[in-house]
């Protein structure tokens, strides 16, 4: 959502109504008026203080404290992003508590899996809008830049009801920062070294380089904020004298730019418009008898962002806001054979979207919203001119969509709130997703506090073009995929429940347990790959019942002022219920944890570590264990300039290469340093 602070303390005094049930409801629908619109951002620190007082959007599409969400709601917050020096989407979300990371097929970058469920079923956004996949299913992770980014919210679970198509594992929502009058700004660079693993063979070389800046200003009525991000990685190598190479070289940049007009207080138009940059290349050797062949492959990428919104909150309450995005993603792909084109790929998506939304007044104790979001996404791929779908040079799909949500307040301590999605798919017809949530204060007692979370909710995705269209030839890896126009869409059932005690800002502990029931999931079949000339084939199938379940735990302590701890640990298991297997690259146990120590003012050490058990490759063969950590430094020179330095995977734990059924961490130890320039607000 874009955002601008607004004072609603006349809205708020407006609740008080007999209609309303009691003191209590009054009270907690006040402070959802006075978060009101637009959204006054308070991000929490992810692992510094336990703070309650975050503002947050995802679970209910409305603004509220991250205490008061039905839906559990998971923030990354900029400190978090700063003291982490995340540089991308995918270097922010690493430490969120049961998200596991997995490279793109084919691609550099990285995809995520939630409570068991697939990159393909979890809907990432930007202030609330999607970003295109990267291959028409999966988002990259690694293709958003952060400069712009005020803080990350994170539901698990089906969210279908609120968001839609592929958010049946859950919704990563990426808030943009609000336009501030005044003039401000920041500037940050950093260069960072693979050691003995750089491209150049010298421990000393820069193997990445990074900056980005950030200027903004305006008055009361008008503000405009740009910006930019570039990261340029040389890769790394193992043995750097070889040809391979196992760590991609890429150069990623981003720009933006946003002008918000305020004709009043309650008002707001925006426009925003990005632009983004990559140029990967890809090493690697192919065996040919007798010996090994030198194979190259190299993909440009761009990606044009345009979104035109206006939001106004009327006298008697009322809320009305319009988005609407165009999106535009070339990808340009050339494989090489000893220094000689073999093959050309060119792939273009258009996705367009317009979401409209209401939210009503406090009517007898409730707050109603009603929306609509209509969809559209156009693809075509070709492979040295000749396309790669069947029979057709571009496909595409179109939704169209209404949903409705009603907040009821029970008592003093009791929130109900039902969700329905009515979403009609130009391939598929009409289906119908519904959700409800449960929230109750059971204990209080001074800084004690204990709050119950439930919610039931379907998710629905239909199938993306990808998976019934392409005929996704990456011969020089070794496999090709071939879609399955015959694929049904996948429907599921999500329980969640989950508890929450917190000692004001020194202590919380999260614990929640999930069930999600799949019908009809797709993935690629790998067990009947065809063999064709040396070339696996694979196709994608429906498995008629899966299920994912598991256990969530989260503990924030802060043990003293200097002193902050984050521990989390997910237990998870997945089971094709039909076949009685386990589904792949599901492990069944992640950990996380997290130290904070503020040594004196101004410096603080940081501490991120991961562990995740073996998972399960194929049929006969699993992917060992590992832990890496992470270690950061920051100093604040003076007001204004800070410097940091790091270390990622201290440890230096990495995959074995030589082995196929190996997934554990791709880089090693990785060192960096740098300095950021911030002024203005």
């Given amino acids: 959502m874009i955002i601008v602070i607004i004072n609603y303390s006349n809205v708020a005094d407006s609740v008080t ?60 917050s900029r400190e978090e992003i700063e003291k982490t020096h995340a540089r991308t989407l995918k270097d922010a979300i690493e430490n ?22 697939s990159s393909d079923q979890v809907l990432v956004l930007i202030d609330g809008l999607p970003i295109a996949a990267s291959t028409g299913s999966t988002v990259n992770l690694s293709q958003y830049l952060l400069s712009e980014v005020d803080h990350i919210e994170v539901i698990k679970g089906a969210a279908s009801a609120q968001y839609g ?40 070389d820069a193997g990445t380089k990074h900056g980005q800046f950030r200027l903004e200003g305006g008055n009361e009525q008008w503000r405009l904020r740009v910006s930019g991000d570039t990261l340029d990685d040389a890769g790394f190598a193992v043995k750097p004298q070889d040809w391979s190479r196992q760590g991609d070289a890429s150069k990623r940049q981003q720009f933006g730019s946003k002008l918000s007009w305020l004709p009043q207080a309650n008002s707001e138009v925006w426009f925003e418009a990005s632009r983004y940059l990559e140029d990967d290349v890809q090493r690697y050797q192919q065996y040919v008898p007798p010996k090994q062949i030198p194979q190259e492959k190299t993909e440009t990428i761009s990606r044009d962002r345009f979104v035109l919104g206006a939001k106004s909150r009327f006298d008697n309450g ?46 007898y104790g409730q707050l109603w919203q009603l929306g609509v979001d209509w969809r559209k996404e156009r693809v075509s791929q070709s492979v040295n001119g000749v396309s790669e ?26 929130e109900v709130v039902l969700g329905l999605r009515w979403q009609d798919d130009s391939d598929f017809g009409a289906h119908a997703a519904p959700k409800i949530a449960l929230r109750g204060d059971i204990w209080e007692s001074g800084d004690w506090k204990a709050v119950v979370r439930s919610s ?65 999931l797709i993935q690629v079949d790998e067990v009947n790959a065809v063999q064709n000339n040396g070339i696996a084939q694979y196709t994608y199938k429906n498995i008629a019942r899966t299920e994912t379940r598991g256990l969530e735990t989260t503990l924030d302590w802060r043990i003293f002022k200097p002193f902050n701890i984050n521990a989390s640990y997910t237990w ?19 950990a996380r944890l997290g130290f904070d120590w503020k040594i004196v003012e101004g410096s603080e050490f940081t501490l991120r570590s991961r562990y995740q058990s073996e998972e399960l490759i194929s049929s006969e063969h699993y992917s060992a264990a590992w832990t890496t950590a992470d270690i950061k430094f920051n100093q604040q020179i003076n007001k204004n300039i800070k410097a940091y330095i790091g270390i990622d995977n201290v440890s230096n734990v990495q995959r074995d290469f030589s082995n196929q059924n190996d997934f554990g961490p791709i880089s090693g130890r990785f060192i960096y340093l740098g300095t950021a320039f911030a002024w203005g607000n």
Avoid: C
Wanted: glycine share 8%.
């Fill in 318 to 363: 009322t809320r009305v806001q319009l988005q609407l995005l165009d999106e535009q993603y070339q990808s340009l792909g050339q494989e090489y054979s000893q220094n000689f084109r073999v093959s050309q790929r060119d792939f273009n998506q258009q996705l367009n979207h317009l979401s409209a939304q209401v939210d009503l007044p406090a009517w």
């Fill in 96 to 117: 969120i508590p049961g998200l596991q990371l997995r490279e793109v097929h084919g691609k550099s970058g990285y995809e995520l899996s939630l409570q068991g469920l």
């Fill in 389 to 414: 779908f069947y029979g057709d040079k571009r496909v595409s799909k179109e939704s169209r969509e209404l949903f409705a949500q009603n907040d009821i307040f029970i008592g003093d301590n009791w």
């Fill in 17 to 76: 109504d007999p209609k309303l049930s009691t003191s209590r409801t009054q009270t907690s629908l006040k402070k959802s008026l006075q978060l009101g619109f637009p959204l006054l951002m308070i991000a929490s620190t992810a692992m510094a203080d336990v703070t309650l007082d975050a503002v947050v959007v995802t679970a209910t599409r409305t603004e509220r404290r991250v205490e008061d969400t039905p839906v559990r709601t998971e923030v990354i």
């Fill in 572 to 590: 998870n298991q997945s089971k094709d219920l039909n076949g009685g297997g386990e589904l792949t690259r599901r492990p069944a146990h992640m």
């Fill in 165 to 204: 198509s592929s958010a049946m594992g859950g919704v990563i929502n990426v808030i943009t920062r609000r336009v501030q009058a005044g003039f401000s700004g920041s500037v940050a660079v950093d260069v960072g070294s693979y050691g003995g693993q750089n491209d150049s063979g010298k421990a000393w």
């Fill in 456 to 520: 039931v909710g379907q998710g629905y995705r239909v199938p993306n073009l990808k998976e019934r269209h392409f005929l996704f030839d990456h011969s020089s890896l070794g496999y090709m995929v071939l879609g399955n126009p015959n694929l049904k869409p996948e429907s599921s059932n999500s329980w969640q429940l989950g508890a929450n005690i917190a000692l004001s800002k020194q202590f919380s502990l999260d614990v929640n347990a999930y069930l999600n029931q799949v019908k009809d």
